[in-house]
Nanobody
Framework: QAQLVESGGGLVQAGDSLRLSCSDS??????????KAWFRQAPGKEREFVAVIAGGGGSTDYADSVKGRFTISRDNAKNTVYLQMNSLKPEDTAVYYC?????????????????WGQGTQVTVSS
């Protein structure tokens, strides 16, 4: 059974909004304590960091390309992490992945995360 399951992707127009969800099947204690992040991968490009929410206190950080447009949050009662994406641009088109790090600190490199979801496609048309 997949531990992280993403949903919420789709085809939208530039300027629209989407909210991605990442459901974690592990216990609530580990959900709150461990860091979660969103990455994305466009065709022909490497997977890149988008946003992170640290375990415990929940501090956040974003890639410069999405600051002011994307917001990461979590609902501890639902074991779910969200990525609210506003003012979407065609260059945001990618497969978006949720990832978990078994620590309460955070890093922005792909190799820092042990558990990955299957990804959800986001396509933004101009």
């Amino acid at each position: 059974q997949a531990q992280l399951v993403e949903s919420g992707g789709g085809l939208v127009q530039a300027g629209d909004s989407l909210r991605l969800s990442c459901s974690d099947s592990e216990s609530r204690r580990t959900f709150i304590g461990f860091t979660k992040a969103w990455f994305r991968q466009a065709p022909g490009k490497e997977r890149e960091f988008v946003a992170v929410i640290a375990g415990g206190g929940g501090s956040t950080d974003y890639a410069d390309s999405v600051k002011g447009r994307f917001t990461i949050s979590r609902d501890n009662a639902k074991n779910t992490v969200y990525l609210q994406m506003n003012s979407l641009k065609p260059e945001d088109t990618a497969v978006y992945y949720c990832a978990k790090r078994y620590s309460n600190d955070y890093v922005t490199r792909v190799s820092g995360y042990a558990i990955w979801g299957q990804g959800t496609q986001v396509t933004v048309s101009s």
